[in-house]
């Protein structure tokens, strides 16, 4: 169970199969979880590794936030998925 600690409300799944990533394929499976009061979201990760250079294993990607680099994309969406909807 996670709670908000703004709103001390229980927060709820709403997504699974989100990868953070860290670059160089390097990558840790995560679920988005959200807090239906505020709407803060936040990612719960495993502590395993997943290398994926070729970034196919999750449908989207996000681009994790070093003290050394800027803010990246909040999703990177596979074109190989975008490809599979059209």
């Known amino acids: ?3 908000c600690a703004e709103c001390r409300r ?4 709403v997504f699974n199969g989100m990868a ?4 160089n394929g390097v990558v ?16 719960h990760t495993n502590d395993y590794l997943t290398h994926d ?4 294993l999750c449908r989207y990607y996000l681009t994790m ?3 050394d680099s800027a803010p990246g994309p909040i999703h990177k969406v596979l074109e190989k998925f975008k490809k599979s909807q059209n």
């Not at 953070?20 to 670059?23: E, K, L, Q």
């Not at 239906?36 to 979201?41: D, G, V």
């Not at 250079?53 to 196919?56: A, E, F, T």
């Open 1 to 3: 169970m996670f709670i």
């Open 10 to 13: 229980e927060m709820k799944c």
């Open 20 to 23: 953070a990533d860290y670059g």
């Open 28 to 43: 840790y499976n995560s679920d988005v979880w959200q807090c239906p009061e505020c709407n803060k979201q936040m990612l």
């Open 53 to 56: 250079p070729d970034y196919n």
């Open 65 to 67: 936030r070093t003290k």
